[in-house]
């Protein structure tokens, strides 16, 4: 230790700007360099490139744009297949996979192998895919692409290995599951109509197999036309030609009438003795006018016909509701007997499917719910109770219920918040569901042994903040809250918050949440902050606000003329925002100025009166920006909160504020440049080319990556730059970051944006974009470590600012805490986003904090209700090296590791020169610490500390947007998250050891499970039946029957996925000695089934020849005349 102390002072002669600046520092990308021998500081770093490996673990939310549905009835496991081209199949809690075409092609159907662990789904790029489900990650086992034909719909028969493919031009092809190869039995669409016919008959929408008779194979068309084939005979048993167009057609289990539904909203019922008309035509929904006529109604798109053994069958249909209705939303209908009832639904439906008791279609079905998928909703309907209640849906499928617009991610949380935010949560959850247990149940899933408490929050464009408890890779909501309580309601299309805001001006922006002393923190769009503290009781408040004055005044800005002679700035202080704070908010309505002018008013207006609060989360205090002679404010852009200061620090494109949220006070509000002093290490002058009071409005925040777009109207008008950005803009981002700037000097405000440089060398506003609380040392001098202010900017300027905090609880509360401006400067390339701190051992500093204590509890008159604070001083741990810390510094573009308090810089890495970091945190993996890093083009990396090794460097997501960079979020544990949808969450692990476990925690979706046994058809039924379990299609549809297919028609690509652990092998000599084996073991298969046809045919040519011989002898002696 004595030498590691040596060479610590041997650095404190180095200067931050020297550092900075010279080549030891100015390292090309991707290699750390130190000055001035790094290797020689003896902190034992434990990650290896080793301990690291990216994947997905687990994807939570409600699948985005959904287009196909499908259900196993005896594994009771449901898929849902979506546009991009994803398949989410569910099972009971926890049993919750995704899986992902790689061509990103929409799905259009999904058919389950019904009990044998496989799913088959069909894609808008014309080609089928074969999932196999007997391992916890689904792989596609073979593929087969269409190339001259456009798949419209498939069938698959229960116990079938042959899926019927009908196309675009009408035919029908037939496809062999096992080895996914096409049948040369085809059903072309000419044969199947009659000849006489002159039109195309349209793209085929049905195929199913007749409960009957499965030799009999029911074709629809769009047109209208309906064709029954016998797949024996190759002919048609009859054809129906309606005048409506056809959606979708079901069958009465008997099989001897089946119900189709039109694009006019009227259900058909077509008898089998009688096809030439329909046996019943009904329109649900079109009631007869006063002129005798039907009501014009809208297309039922799907019907399902179920049978009942003790009542009468369902009808179930979506669609079909009369137009003139206007404003009507989407409705499934369930008619029952002589009722109707309508379910009219949030969304449109996208899909619905009724469950069924038994799997076989010649059965009564018995039907006991019904699955609807929505667009942003699934929900399934109880059939067994006469009302149809919905069941409560386990599944966190309701994250996008107002969209998300920020997330934070806790990975180590005290373990008993999960159980008090549940309890809390749990009184305000709806009440009116079905009794009965959610339908959906298959699978298995067991809580891993690698589980610690996770908590995830997610804010929303409406106001509201969810806590999700994601422990074990699973997701369920524990705790809601709406921060629009707080305030008033504004009035529609008038006030203070349309003319900022126009929808959503309660949007959450960032939250910072301190889970020890459950403090809480709010930055909405309407540039407000709210403070929360938690309490079990509940409270009657009176809600205390501040108003803050946090914009420079238009004289700020002075142009290059009158000032050209001036190197510097005026008199400290002239370009300070003024603070302006009320304790308790009256209800005035602001000043205007005569010109009317808005001048010193927030966007909001928080709620002047006692209020009661439920227990949970209660409002503490409430933070606003002020409009300045008629600007608005600028959205607020960095936050911290610490609870053992009781202080709160906000920033935004203007300058720096810090609250005193115990004695409800303003204690510091200055302009960015003003907290320079004399330090200022651009000694920047101030210059504007244009004149007018715009150029002091005209900056926004550019500073965070792009986090909000270029257009200030946007920013300022709708919370749509925290929810969406189109292609378009995200393009344009994306060019300008692969153009930096031509200047190469670190003091010359070189960003990773052009356009950026130019907006700070006209107004030279200087962003505050990341806040940091801890114990540190302000200046080079000090000896003991004090509470410090650290603050990052958009020029890659990093500030501390001391603070002097009475220690004495009574004194806090009394006596000012003071702020000393004056402190060190340091420096990095690019906008600042992270600070964290490290002992000289390398361990992780925590920032102090207050043990949480329930400010409404019952007063106890024994113990005396005192502050605990819990502090984590830099010279706590380190008796052996003495006092000093590390500070972990990283901006957008680089990462550095300083000495406190010599300020010295010891190690720097540049992260990227293309692009720039977007989310940057320090945290623990495998019981060390690295920083871990997401950059703009996609790159996952990690780097040790403190020497900031590069340990890993993952190209992640290429083409990532604004929502992906907004709501990434890196957390302890190896895990992070980001909203890879507008609807859902995905998790992912960068840590090997998670990789390592992740099949132990994943859920199991194939159980072993008998086939239930087909109900005893009597004799009488099985004898006028038909022959339906005589009828064998590999008879039919096999090489031998049907010949090959053309080989244009469809090409077979194998897939990748085999049997559980092939991926795995595949990259050595065992996956390729198990192939070998696999293709050995289909070769002597083939050449065995040769063998037995050569086998046949030889024994078929003896027999052949053994009876022309008798036929020979027998007509040998005869005479001409005798034949």
């Given at each position: 230790?004595?030498?590691?102390?040596?060479?610590?002072?041997?650095?404190?002669?180095?200067?931050?700007?020297?550092?900075?600046?010279?080549?030891?520092?100015?390292?090309?990308?991707?290699?750390?360099?130190?000055?001035?021998?790094?290797?020689?500081?003896?902190?034992?770093?434990?990650?290896?490139?080793?301990?690291?490996?990216?994947?997905?673990?687990?994807?939570?939310?409600?699948?985005?744009?959904?287009?196909?549905?499908?259900?196993?009835?005896?594994?009771?496991?449901?898929?849902?297949?979506?546009?991009?081209?994803?398949?989410?199949?569910?099972?009971?809690?926890?049993?919750?996979?995704?899986?992902?075409?790689?061509?990103?092609?929409?799905?259009?159907?999904?058919?389950?192998?019904?009990?044998?662990?496989?799913?088959?789904?069909?894609?808008?790029?014309?080609?089928?895919?074969?999932?196999?489900?007997?391992?916890?990650?689904?792989?596609?086992?073979?593929?087969?692409?269409?190339?001259?034909?456009?798949?419209?719909?498939?069938?698959?028969?229960?116990?079938?290995?042959?899926?019927?493919?009908?196309?675009?031009?009408?035919?029908?092809?037939?496809?062999?599951?096992?080895?996914?190869?096409?049948?040369?039995?085809?059903?072309?669409?000419?044969?199947?109509?009659?000849?006489?016919?002159?039109?195309?008959?349209?793209?085929?929408?049905?195929?199913?197999?007749?409960?009957?008779?499965?030799?009999?194979?029911?074709?629809?068309?769009?047109?209208?036309?309906?064709?029954?084939?016998?797949?024996?005979?190759?002919?048609?048993?009859?054809?129906?030609?309606?005048?409506?167009?056809?959606?979708?057609?079901?069958?009465?289990?008997?099989?001897?009438?089946?119900?189709?539904?039109?694009?006019?909203?009227?259900?058909?019922?077509?008898?089998?003795?009688?096809?030439?008309?329909?046996?019943?035509?009904?329109?649900?929904?079109?009631?007869?006018?006063?002129?005798?006529?039907?009501?014009?109604?809208?297309?039922?798109?799907?019907?399902?016909?179920?049978?009942?053994?003790?009542?009468?069958?369902?009808?179930?249909?979506?669609?079909?509701?009369?137009?003139?209705?206007?404003?009507?939303?989407?409705?499934?209908?369930?008619?029952?007997?002589?009722?109707?009832?309508?379910?009219?639904?949030?969304?449109?439906?996208?899909?619905?499917?009724?469950?069924?008791?038994?799997?076989?279609?010649?059965?009564?079905?018995?039907?006991?719910?019904?699955?609807?998928?929505?667009?942003?909703?699934?929900?399934?309907?109880?059939?067994?109770?006469?009302?149809?209640?919905?069941?409560?849906?386990?599944?966190?499928?309701?994250?996008?219920?107002?969209?998300?617009?920020?997330?934070?991610?806790?990975?180590?949380?005290?373990?008993d918040i999960i159980p008090i935010l549940y309890s809390i949560g749990a009184k305000h959850k709806k009440t009116g569901y079905s009794q009965k247990e959610w339908p959906i149940s298959g699978g298995t899933w067991t809580l891993g042994s690698h589980t610690y408490p996770e908590i995830i929050i997610t804010g929303h464009a409406d106001g509201s903040i969810k806590f999700w408890d994601a422990s074990a890779i699973t997701l369920q909501m524990l705790y809601k809250m709406k921060t629009s309580k707080v305030f008033e309601k504004p009035k529609p299309g008038e006030g203070r918050a349309a003319e900022l805001v126009e929808e959503d001006p309660f949007a959450i922006q960032m939250v910072s949440w301190c889970?020890?002393?459950?403090?809480?923190?709010?930055?909405?769009?309407?540039?407000?902050?709210?403070?929360?503290?938690?309490?079990?009781?509940?409270?009657?408040?009176?809600?205390?606000?501040?108003?803050?004055?946090?914009?420079?005044?238009?004289?700020?800005?002075?142009?290059?003329?009158?000032?050209?002679?001036?190197?510097?700035?005026?008199?400290?202080?002239?370009?300070?925002?003024?603070?302006?704070?009320?304790?308790?908010?009256?209800?005035?309505?602001?000043?205007?100025?005569?010109?009317?002018?808005?001048?010193?008013?927030?966007?909001?207006?928080?709620?002047?009166?006692?209020?009661?609060?439920?227990?949970?989360?209660?409002?503490?205090?409430?933070?606003?920006?002020?409009?300045?002679?008629?600007?608005?404010?600028?959205?607020?852009?960095?936050?911290?909160?610490?609870?053992?200061?009781?202080?709160?620090?906000?920033?935004?494109?203007?300058?720096?504020?810090?609250?005193?949220?115990?004695?409800?006070?303003?204690?510091?509000?200055?302009?960015?440049?003003?907290?320079?002093?004399?330090?200022?290490?651009?000694?920047?002058?101030?210059?504007?080319?244009?004149?007018?009071?715009?150029?002091?409005?005209?900056?926004?925040?550019?500073?965070?990556?792009?986090?909000?777009?270029d257009s200030k109207k946007r920013i300022r008008t709708s919370y749509q730059s925290l929810t969406e950005l189109t292609d378009n803009q995200q393009s344009i981002d994306m060019e300008r970051n692969k153009s930096p700037t031509s200047e190469s000097r670190e003091n010359s405000f070189t960003r990773s944006r052009s356009s950026s440089v130019s907006s700070i060398d006209r107004d030279t506003k200087e962003a505050v974009t990341t806040l940091q609380f801890g114990e540190s040392y302000g200046r080079k001098n000090d000896v003991l470590p004090t509470p410090c202010l650290w603050v990052g900017t958009s020029l890659g300027v990093v500030l501390l600012i001391p603070m002097s905090i009475p220690t004495d609880?009574?004194?806090?509360?009394?006596?000012?805490?003071?702020?000393?401006?004056?402190?060190?400067?340091?420096?990095?390339?690019?906008?600042?986003?992270?600070?964290?701190?490290?002992?000289?051992?390398?361990?992780?500093?925590?920032?102090?904090?207050?043990?949480?204590?329930?400010?409404?509890?019952?007063?106890?008159?024994?113990?005396?209700?005192?502050?605990?604070?819990?502090?984590?001083?830099?010279?706590?741990?380190?008796?052996?090296?003495?006092?000093?810390?590390?500070?972990?510094?990283?901006?957008?573009?680089?990462?550095?590791?300083?000495?406190?308090?010599?300020?010295?810089?010891?190690?720097?890495?540049?992260?990227?020169?293309?692009?720039?970091?977007?989310?940057?945190?320090?945290?623990?993996?495998?019981?060390?610490?690295?920083?871990?890093?997401?950059?703009?083009?996609?790159?996952?990396?990690?780097?040790?500390?403190?020497?900031?090794?590069?340990?890993?460097?993952?190209?992640?997501?290429?083409?990532?947007?604004?929502?992906?960079?907004?709501?990434?979020?890196?957390?302890?544990?190896?895990?992070?998250?980001?909203?890879?949808?507008?609807?859902?969450?995905?998790?992912?692990?960068?840590?090997?050891?998670?990789?390592?476990?992740?099949?132990?925690?994943?859920?199991?979706?194939?159980?072993?499970?008998?086939?239930?046994?087909?109900?005893?058809?009597?004799?009488?039924?099985?004898?006028?039946?038909?022959?339906?379990?005589?009828?064998?299609?590999?008879?039919?549809?096999?090489?031998?029957?049907?010949?090959?297919?053309?080989?244009?028609?469809?090409?077979?690509?194998?897939?990748?996925?085999?049997?559980?652990?092939?991926?795995?092998?595949?990259?050595?000599?065992?996956?390729?000695?198990?192939?070998?084996?696999?293709?050995?073991?289909?070769?002597?298969?083939?050449?065995?089934?040769?063998?037995?046809?050569?086998?046949?045919?030889?024994?078929?040519?003896?027999?052949?020849?053994?009876?022309?011989?008798?036929?020979?002898?027998?007509?040998?002696?005869?005479?001409?005349?005798?034949?």
């Amino acid at each position: 230790m004595k030498k590691f102390r040596k060479v610590l002072d041997g650095l404190t002669t180095s200067s931050p700007g020297a550092t900075v600046g010279s080549p030891s520092c100015g390292s090309a990308a991707g290699t750390p360099t130190a000055a001035p021998t790094p290797k020689e500081i003896d902190v034992q770093e434990t990650l290896v490139s080793e301990n690291f490996q990216l994947c997905k673990t687990v994807r939570h939310g409600f699948p985005y744009q959904p287009t196909a549905l499908a259900f196993d009835p005896v594994q009771k496991i449901l898929a849902i297949g979506s546009r991009s081209g994803g398949v989410r199949i569910l099972g009971r809690p926890g049993v919750d996979c995704y899986c992902q075409h790689e061509s990103g092609a929409a799905v259009l159907q999904l058919q389950f192998l019904i009990n044998e662990g496989a799913l088959v789904s069909a894609c808008a790029d014309d080609t089928l895919h074969l999932w196999n489900l007997r391992q916890r990650r689904p792989a596609i086992l073979h593929s087969l692409k269409f190339n001259r034909e456009r798949i419209t719909f498939c069938h698959l028969p229960f116990q079938s290995k042959w899926l019927y493919v009908g196309t675009e031009r009408g035919n029908t092809h037939i496809v062999n599951i096992e080895s996914f190869v096409l049948s040369g039995y085809v059903i072309m669409w000419n044969k199947a109509i009659e000849l006489s016919t002159k039109t195309h008959p349209g793209p085929v929408v049905h195929l199913s197999d007749s409960p009957k008779d499965e030799g009999k194979l029911l074709i629809g068309f769009e047109s209208g036309t309906i064709v029954q084939w016998d797949l024996r005979g190759k002919k048609a048993d009859f054809r129906i030609y309606y005048d409506e167009a056809i959606h979708s057609v079901s069958w009465h289990h008997e099989g001897k009438q089946f119900m189709c539904s039109h694009s006019d909203g009227s259900l058909t019922l077509w008898n089998l003795r009688n096809t030439t008309k329909p046996f019943q035509v009904t329109f649900p929904h079109g009631k007869i006018q006063k002129d005798a006529r039907k009501e014009s109604c809208k297309p039922i798109l799907k019907v399902e016909y179920k049978t009942c053994r003790n009542s009468e069958p369902f009808v179930i249909f979506s669609g079909g509701l009369s137009y003139d209705k206007a404003g009507r939303r989407p409705a499934l209908t369930i008619m029952h007997g002589k009722a109707i009832t309508v379910l009219e639904m949030d969304y449109p439906i996208v899909e619905f499917m009724v469950l069924c008791e038994t799997p076989y279609n010649n059965e009564v079905q018995e039907p006991y719910a019904v699955v609807v998928l929505l667009e942003k909703d699934l929900i399934v309907v109880d059939l067994t109770q006469s009302n149809y209640p919905v069941f409560e849906n386990p599944y966190p499928m309701d994250i996008h219920e107002s969209p998300v617009t920020c997330t934070a991610y806790f990975a180590d949380c005290p373990p008993d918040i999960i159980p008090i935010l549940y309890s809390i949560g749990a009184k305000h959850k709806k009440t009116g569901y079905s009794q009965k247990e959610w339908p959906i149940s298959g699978g298995t899933w067991t809580l891993g042994s690698h589980t610690y408490p996770e908590i995830i929050i997610t804010g929303h464009a409406d106001g509201s903040i969810k806590f999700w408890d994601a422990s074990a890779i699973t997701l369920q909501m524990l705790y809601k809250m709406k921060t629009s309580k707080v305030f008033e309601k504004p009035k529609p299309g008038e006030g203070r918050a349309a003319e900022l805001v126009e929808e959503d001006p309660f949007a959450i922006q960032m939250v910072s949440w301190c889970p020890q002393s459950r403090m809480f923190c709010v930055v909405g769009i309407s540039a407000h902050i709210i403070l929360y503290r938690f309490s079990k009781y509940d409270a009657n408040t009176q809600i205390v606000s501040l108003e803050v004055r946090l914009q420079c005044d238009s004289d700020d800005v002075i142009s290059p003329s009158e000032n050209e002679n001036n190197p510097s700035f005026s008199e400290p202080g002239s370009h300070s925002p003024q603070p302006h704070h009320q304790h308790q908010h009256p209800a005035s309505p602001g000043s205007r100025t005569p010109e009317g002018i808005k001048d010193s008013i927030p966007c909001l207006k928080v709620k002047d009166r006692a209020v009661r609060v439920p227990p949970g989360y209660q409002s503490e205090l409430v933070i606003q920006l002020l409009w300045v002679d008629g600007e608005p404010p600028q959205q607020i852009t960095s936050l911290d909160i610490n609870s053992a200061y009781g202080l709160l620090a906000f920033g935004n494109c203007y300058g720096l504020a810090v609250v005193d949220y115990l004695q409800k006070t303003v204690i510091l509000c200055m302009s960015t440049l003003d907290l320079y002093g004399s330090t200022d290490p651009y000694q920047r002058l101030t210059r504007s080319p244009r004149r007018n009071r715009q150029s002091t409005s005209e900056f926004c925040m550019r500073g965070l990556s792009n986090f909000y777009s270029d257009s200030k109207k946007r920013i300022r008008t709708s919370y749509q730059s925290l929810t969406e950005l189109t292609d378009n803009q995200q393009s344009i981002d994306m060019e300008r970051n692969k153009s930096p700037t031509s200047e190469s000097r670190e003091n010359s405000f070189t960003r990773s944006r052009s356009s950026s440089v130019s907006s700070i060398d006209r107004d030279t506003k200087e962003a505050v974009t990341t806040l940091q609380f801890g114990e540190s040392y302000g200046r080079k001098n000090d000896v003991l470590p004090t509470p410090c202010l650290w603050v990052g900017t958009s020029l890659g300027v990093v500030l501390l600012i001391p603070m002097s905090i009475p220690t004495d609880q009574e004194e806090r509360m009394e006596e000012p805490v003071t702020m000393g401006v004056s402190g060190a400067v340091l420096m990095l390339k690019g906008s600042v986003l992270r600070f964290s701190f490290l002992d000289c051992m390398g361990a992780l500093i925590q920032p102090p904090y207050e043990v949480w204590r329930d400010h409404n509890a019952p007063e106890d008159p024994d113990r005396l209700r005192r502050r605990k604070l819990v502090h984590f001083s830099p010279s706590s741990s380190q008796d052996a090296c003495g006092d000093g810390h590390l500070a972990v510094v990283c901006s957008e573009r680089q990462a550095k590791v300083f000495l406190m308090p010599s300020q010295s810089c010891l190690f720097v890495h540049n992260i990227t020169e293309s692009s720039f970091v977007l989310r940057a945190d320090v945290v623990s993996v495998c019981n060390s610490v690295c920083l871990a890093c997401f950059c703009a083009n996609g790159h996952v990396m990690t780097l040790s500390l403190p020497s900031l090794r590069p340990l890993m460097d993952v190209n992640y997501l290429p083409l990532t947007d604004m929502r992906i960079a907004r709501t990434f979020y890196f957390t302890n544990g190896g895990q992070a998250l980001y909203l890879s949808s507008p609807t859902e969450v995905q998790r992912i692990t960068y840590s090997q050891e998670m990789c390592d476990n992740l099949q132990e925690m994943l859920g199991e979706l194939f159980t072993p499970i008998e086939t239930p046994e087909a109900q005893n058809r009597g004799f009488l039924k099985g004898f006028f039946g038909g022959n339906a379990h005589t009828f064998d299609r590999e008879e039919l549809f096999g090489e031998a029957a049907a010949g090959k297919a053309s080989r244009s028609l469809a090409q077979h690509i194998p897939g990748q996925g085999g049997v559980e652990g092939m991926k795995v092998a595949a990259s050595g000599v065992v996956g390729e000695l198990a192939r070998a084996r696999i293709a050995l073991d289909e070769r002597g298969q083939r050449l065995g089934e040769l063998e037995e046809r050569t086998a046949l045919m030889m024994t078929s040519a003896e027999a052949f020849s053994k009876h022309a011989h008798e036929l020979m002898l027998k007509c040998k002696d005869k005479k001409w005349y005798q034949f």
